[in-house]
């Protein structure tokens, strides 16, 4: 699938000394370059890391432009679903409670659950994606929205993510994100290290935590396609054509912490391999985002983390082309929820142009669900306590406006 060409709406992030030739926007000219150099320059490994697989196989690996014959990624809200959503809102509004309590037994869904529940096992076991539609979200207030949206999920994953330790300058559970420009509302010398909150396009990346979700409150008048690429079918494509990529991608990354000033980087691997267990099939498990190694906009890659190496930018080059190669547009639509396993399957997002009549507006959930979820690579268990560890219904955070949360922030 062809990839839309956007200009940037930011500045670009300057590089640190060493810091080989990529920036977050990537350049197809640049990439093919480093590649025709690397392979001149030889001496690449020529088989992959031991355990890895050659090839991946099941419902998982997919490619965009036929994924649709045997796949219909979109359940639509019925009449009889919209009208139990909206008994189930009057009931959890009836409790008293504050959003934090949330929950398939305070949201309660009798007929729409076991759909719910056969979607999740979809995210976990089958293609690792659906789009619910059909929400009206214009007849609801805000809250009521945030509270139908973390009421439905609720019967995908029961754990929410922390998204920020902090809210309106104090210490919070924020468990709600906005994703919306804000690039010309910035106040308290706010500045924006993510393209979350801008028009700017969002190359190839995944979040943290294991089901990402999003919910269109609003379109943009144009552009702003959401894209969903399967991280098997581009190991299988990385695996066949360059093993020694599988190595560099295995191997450990100095990966930027733009909210700990403390500790400004940790290093652990891009992808991980999980063998086959008595209940579980092997697999192969993605967890990157480019501004971690280049930086955007005001948040440039910290001088004293170490730059990256010319293999690590191939792969990150490599793992956004061929992304874009095999990647799926899911067609999003006002009132839709988009929610994606987080560890199989990466994304991406075109540029946009919003009116004063349709701006862009997503809200977004971290979730999991304890039932299905994958096992977590070690590396990376800390940051999953993180996000789901110590959370309370007393101090989860649903923000009603848009905000530029911390480690998008350098102004935190």
Request: glycine fraction near 6%; include cysteine; charged fraction near 25%.
């Amino acid at each position: 699938m062809a990839t839309t060409t956007i200009t940037s709406t930011v500045l670009e992030a300057l590089p640190p000394p060493g810091q080989p030739d990529i920036s977050y926007h990537p350049s197809h000219e640049k990439w093919q370059a480093r590649v025709a150099r690397r392979l001149q320059e030889g001496n690449l490994p020529k088989s992959l890391p031991k355990g890895f697989p050659e090839k991946l196989t099941g419902d998982l690996v997919w490619e965009g432009q036929t994924v649709a014959d045997t796949y219909n990624w979109t359940f639509v809200f019925s009449d009889e679903h919209l009208t139990e959503i909206s008994q189930a809102l009057a009931h959890f509004k009836g409790l008293n409670l504050p959003l934090g309590a949330i929950s398939a037994e305070t949201f309660p869904l009798p007929t729409l659950h076991s759909s719910l529940r056969r979607l999740s096992d979809e995210l976990h076991t089958g293609h690792g994606f659906f789009v619910l539609r059909g929400l009206p979200v214009s007849s609801y207030t805000r809250e009521e929205n945030i509270t139908i949206y973390a009421g439905v999920s609720s019967h995908i994953g029961s754990l929410r993510g922390r998204q920020d330790h902090k809210y309106e300058g104090k210490k919070a559970d924020v468990v709600l994100a906005h994703i919306k420009d804000l690039s010309g509302e910035r106040e308290n010398g706010a500045v924006i290290g993510s393209p979350a909150y801008t028009t700017d396009k969002q190359v190839f990346h995944t979040d943290s935590g294991d089901i990402i979700s999003l919910f269109a409150l609003e379109t943009s008048d144009s552009g702003g396609a959401s894209k969903l690429a399967s991280t098997w079918r581009v190991y299988n494509e990385i695996a066949r054509t360059r093993p020694d990529l599988v190595h560099t991608l295995a191997g450990d990354w100095d990966t930027e912490v733009f909210d700990n000033v403390e500790k400004p980087y940790t290093q652990r691997p891009l992808v991980f391999h999980f063998p086959a267990t008595a209940s579980t099939p092997e697999r192969v498990a993605l967890q990157y985002a480019r501004r971690y190694f280049v930086g955007f906009g005001a948040l440039p890659r910290n001088p004293n983390i170490p730059p990256i190496t010319e293999a690590q930018a191939e792969a990150l080059d490599t793992l956004h082309f061929l992304g874009d190669k095999f990647c799926v547009n899911t067609d999003f639509q006002k009132g839709d929820i988009q929610y994606i396993n987080n560890l199989a399957v990466f994304h991406a997002r075109d540029g946009f142009t919003d009116t004063p009549e349709k701006r862009r507006h997503l809200l977004r959930l971290w979730i999991r669900d304890p039932e299905n979820a994958w096992e977590t690579p070690e590396v990376l268990q800390s940051r999953w306590n993180d996000l789901y560890e110590g959370l309370t219904p007393e101090s989860q955070v649903f923000p009603l406006e848009p905000y530029i949360r911390s480690a998008s922030n350098k102004g935190r």
